[in-house]
């Protein structure tokens, strides 16, 4: 089970922190990532975390959002700083391969809006 929170509804250059718990058969052996997906679009990449916290990022959020887990909470985090319209969308997480491809059901996400 996945388990998404933290969004909102904020300004252009302002921060939230996502957050997503997993039980721990999910998140113990798993890289996880987040991504996100706007309406009528395809559900998009954003950022991943291996168990020994190597990330990567799609460009057009490095140097803004940063991947990080706890494996004692069983949680993983997205901190999205300097915020853009183009952020606003609905966040996932879940497990993934080695070649970031999702493992599991997905969660309720997590709405993110950004206004100019």
């Known amino acids: 089970q996945l388990v998404e929170s933290g969004g909102g509804l904020v300004q252009a250059g302002e921060s939230l922190r996502l957050s997503c718990e997993a039980s721990?058969?999910?998140?113990?052996?798993?890289?996880m990532a987040w991504y996100r997906q706007v309406p009528g679009k395809q559900r998009e990449f954003v950022a991943s975390?291996?168990?020994?916290?190597?990330?990567t990022y799609i460009d057009s959020v490095k140097g803004r959002f940063t991947i990080s887990r706890d494996n004692a909470k069983n949680t993983v985090y997205l901190q999205m700083n300097n915020l853009k319209p183009e952020d606003t969308a609905v966040y996932y997480c879940?497990?993934?391969?080695?070649?970031?491809?999702?493992?599991?059901?997905w969660g309720q996400g997590t709405q993110v809006t950004v206004s100019s």
């Open positions: 721990g058969t999910i998140f113990s052996s798993n890289r």
């Open positions: 975390v291996s168990k020994t916290d190597g990330t």
């Open positions: 879940n497990a993934v391969t080695d070649f970031l491809r999702p493992i599991f059901d």
